[in-house]
Every structure is written in C-alpha cells, then in structure tokens.
C-alpha cells in the first residue's frame, strides 16, 4: 500500500493561525519474570506459543492472579512520575475482538488507575525546560502479536495467512496518559519527542523495562489536534498509534499539525479517527473511527479483586528508588566539571551512559567524551545506528585511551584501530596487531627514515640551518610517509633536532 498524498500547510504558516494540542499515550512493558495474569513466562523472542498457559489463552474456566511484581513497578513508576498512588484501584475488562486476544476483552484499569495525577519535567534541546503533567498510569496487560504472510511488508493488506503467537499475551503494560499539552506551540514536535526520550530513560533507570522501542518494549500513541489561535475550546483529535521510535514521535506530531492545519483551512473538519504511522516518509494515514470508552463496555473485572496498596507499602518501595536519571546527570556535570552545554551535547548525543561506563574502565571523562560525542558518534551517523549499538564497547574505548596515554598509539593510529574494532576484527589489541599498528619505538628504523627524508629535501636543511627552525614539518611528514604514520612524533623530532644540531 503506498502512502497517499495529503496537501500540508507550511509548518510556519500553520503556527501563525492554530495552536496545537497534544495528549502522550506510553506503553511500557515491564521485564517481569512472569505475565501480569499468569505464571508463564514473559520473555521477548522465545519461540512463538511456547510462553502460554490457560489464562494467557483465555480457556474457559482460567482463572487470572495478579503479579505481585508488577504492580510493585507500576507503583515504582507512578512515585518516579510524582504521581498519588491509590490505595484501592480496580481491574476492569475491555471488551473488543481482535484475534490477537483470545478472550475477548483485555484486562485494564479504566476510572480507578493505580497511579495518577503527576509531571515530569523535560530538558528540552536549548536546556530550557518543560513540566508535562500526567493524568494517569495504569496497569494492564499486552495482546499477542500477528504476522501477516502474503502481503506487502507485513501488513495486514493483501496478506494471504495471518500467525498468531500469544507468547505476548498478558505481558504486563504500564499506558502513561498526559493531560492535554497545550501553549507548546512551534515546540510540540520537541516536546512529544523529549517527553518519550525522558519517560524512556526514567523507566530504565527504575529497572522496570528495557523499553526498547524497536522491539515493541516502549510504544507511543501520539494525540493531536488544533484550535484556531485566540480559542479555548480543544478541536477534535487524531491518535497517530504504535509509534515506534523518538524521531517517529517527533515527525508524526510535526505531519499531523501540517496536515490537519490544511484540512482546516480548506473548510474541512477532523474526524477522530486512529492514525497509522509510516516511518519512510514520515507521514500518517486514516485507520479505523476512533472508539468511545462506550463501545468497550468496560465492567470491573469479577474474577479480581481490587488492588489494595498499604501506605507502608509505599513508603517501602519509594525507599528503593534509584537516583533519579535528572539528579544523576547533575551530579556528573558537577563532578566533571562540564559546561552546560558540554552536558547538553553529551546527552543528545546519547553518550552519557557510554561515556560514564568509559570513565569507570579508566579514561578520564575529557577522553571518554571526546571519543563518544565526536568520532564515533560521526560513526553512528554514517551507518545509521545508535551510538549504543556501534561494535564496540566501553572497556575497549577506554583500552584505545590506556594505549595513547602510554604512547603505543598515536591519535589517528587510534582511530584504525577503532575503525577495525567497529569492522568485527576482534579486541583492540587484536587489531593493533593484525592490523601493525604499534607506533614504532625502534630509534633505528626512524633514524634511517630521517636521513633518507634529509638527504632528499636538501632546501629544507639549509633553510634550518640559515635559522628557520619551523621548516621541520615538511620532514616529519615525510618520516611519517615512510613509516607508515607508525613513528612516535616525540622520537622523530628529537632525532631531527640531533642531526641538524
Ligand atoms: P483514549 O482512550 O481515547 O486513548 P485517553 O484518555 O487514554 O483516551 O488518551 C487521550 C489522550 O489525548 C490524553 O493524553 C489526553 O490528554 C489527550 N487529549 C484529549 N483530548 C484532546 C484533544 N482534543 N486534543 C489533543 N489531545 C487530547
Ligand atoms: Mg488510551
């Protein structure tokens, strides 16, 4: 199915006459040993139906038990979003059918949420910052997954046969709900983009998920609608769903305020509709009428009692919360030293854990930040990965660093040693040796390249020696010629020096 072609205001133009509202739906799967409901597994990747059980299945007759566990995370969660966790909150049934849900509803918590009324406050790219009120987290659990065969991609149109693996039934899922985002104006892509990356880091830095949104961990509904600038009254809202990565978030919110705004414009109006997302060229199409909470008949869950959290609970669990990834970053810049911006350059660049797991295999923070923020974030660029995901870890940036420090390798003998780490050609010294890349110590072999780099700039000798001692450069670089960049640059200045004393 090919993407149709929608007219779309000018992003500018859209900002000069409507103001967008926004509302974040985040879907967290918590890394619970067992599902929310059963005591199957709910590990991601196993072979497809091996992580399933009567409850997950929905036969008749299954009774659901909730898991201690995640409902501690949600509460872990709820304390860490500045939420009031309830002391009483329900389950209820969601009833629709989708074949991915084998009994029919899915289990969710509707009016009575275990966590609600909270914010979290976001670092924007300049460092200003923004307070995204929460208006709930909830418990629930995941649906199974579908693959379609016989289509194009894996979508569902055109498909022949459709798998059903229920591995991911009942998986628990935390869906943090923002209150409407207004006033964001030109910011709101940056903001939906910010709040997700912020919401992502706190979750796993509270160890409750791996939130790894290519793998469905972390997915994001994206609301949007817009009013006519001056009016108080919210316009109708799009829910763009499943959006799978940040910059998806940050595009999907940015076409939809195009699009809408030229619908608008032209005298149309906004169905409220779901929206799916299409990552090639950023834009979104119409999915099905949006759903009131009337069509679910959502009842309270019979087969559950109602979760009754003590306040020493509580007390307890907000005992264990880590440092808060906000309070962590500002203890680094504070022990480090960094400059605001310095700070700021780190985190977009997405290298603070990288650079701090350096530091702790003995770079210092100035050579750990260097090869992160610049070289090898230049390198993730290139191939278009993740600064996390490049082949090369941590302890074997901090063994280049030890290796320069000890003089063994200049700063661009480093980088092919880098660069052979990244092409999967082993530890660093591994390529240091396949590759010959030692700077060479052996005064005699430099000595040799000297005299021949000498014997062959006869101009440059005189020079010196009528008191221009700065023409040297044109000699080291021939000896580094020679050599193959290997000399030790301190070496071949000393001896330079020596023989033209
Ligand atoms: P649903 O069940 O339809 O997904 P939710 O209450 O779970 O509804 O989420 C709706 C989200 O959209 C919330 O974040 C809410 O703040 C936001 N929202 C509600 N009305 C509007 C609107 N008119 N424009 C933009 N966002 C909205
Ligand atoms: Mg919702």
Not at 127 to 154: F, N, Q, Y
Request: aromatic share 6%.
């Amino acid at each position: 199915m090919t993407a149709a072609t929608y007219d779309l205001m000018d992003f500018d133009e859209v900002l000069e006459k409507f103001d967008p509202v926004m509302g974040l739906e985040v879907h967290v799967e918590l890394h619970t040993a067992t599902k929310m409901f059963s005591a199957s597994s709910a590990a991601f990747g196993d072979a497809p139906n091996s992580n399933v059980d009567p409850v997950s299945l929905g036969l008749p007759g299954a009774l659901p038990v909730v898991n201690h566990t995640g409902v501690e995370y949600a509460i872990k969660i709820g304390l860490a979003l500045n939420c009031s966790i309830a002391e009483s909150s329900r389950f209820a049934r969601k009833n629709y059918f989708y074949p991915d849900q084998p009994k029919n509803y899915q289990i969710s918590q509707y009016d009575e949420p275990i966590a609600y009324d909270g914010y979290l406050d976001v670092v924007l790219e300049d460092g200003t910052e923004w307070r995204v009120e929460i208006e709930r987290a909830h418990m629930e659990e995941d649906t199974g997954k579908l693959t379609h065969l016989g289509g194009a991609g894996s979508r569902i149109h055109g498909a022949t046969a459709s798998l059903v693996d229920c591995n991911r039934a009942g998986v628990p899922l935390i869906e943090i709900v923002t209150k409407p985002i207004e006033g964001a104006g030109e910011r709101a892509p940056e903001i939906a983009k910010a709040y997700v990356a912020a919401l992502r880091e706190l979750v796993v830095a509270l160890d409750v998920s791996d939130a790894r949104m290519d793998q469905g961990s972390m997915r994001c509904d994206a609301n949007l609608s817009l009013r006519p600038i001056g009016r108080q009254e919210f316009g109708t809202r799009t829910e763009t769903k499943n959006i799978n990565s940040l910059k998806s978030v940050e595009q999907a919110i940015r076409f939809e305020m195009m699009r809408q705004a030229a619908v608008l414009e032209d005298g149309g109006v906004i169905e409220q509709e779901t929206r799916h997302f299409h990552e090639a060229d950023g834009s979104t199409s119409k999915g099905r009428p949006k759903e009131s909470a009337d069509d679910y008949r959502y009842f309270n869950d019979p087969d559950l009692p109602p979760v009754i959290v003590s306040r020493e609970w509580v007390e307890e669990i907000r005992a264990t919360l880590p440092e808060m990834p906000w309070l962590r970053r500002a203890r680094i810049q504070e022990a480090w030293g960094l400059k605001d911006e310095e700070m700021r350059d780190l985190v977009n660049a997405g290298a603070l854990d990288l650079v701090i797991a350096t530091v702790e295999a003995g770079a210092t923070p100035d050579e750990a930040r260097s090869w992160w923020v610049s070289y090898l974030s230049g390198k993730a660029n290139e191939s278009a990965v993740e600064l996390a995901d490049l082949a090369i870890t941590p302890a074997q940036v901090a063994r280049v660093v030890v290796l320069i420090n000890e003089g063994k390798l200049t700063n661009k003998l480093a980088r092919k040693a880098v660069d052979g780490v990244l092409a999967g050609e082993g530890d660093v010294d591994e390529v240091v040796a396949a590759r010959g890349l030692e700077v060479v110590r052996d005064d005699g072999a430099i000595e040799a390249a000297v005299e021949e780099a000498l014997a062959a700039n006869p101009d440059i000798v005189e020079k010196y020696k009528a008191g221009n001692t700065k023409v040297t450069g044109a000699i080291v670089g021939a000896v580094m010629k020679t050599t193959k960049g290997k000399a030790d640059p301190k070496t071949v200045n000393e001896i330079i020096a020596r023989k033209l004393a």
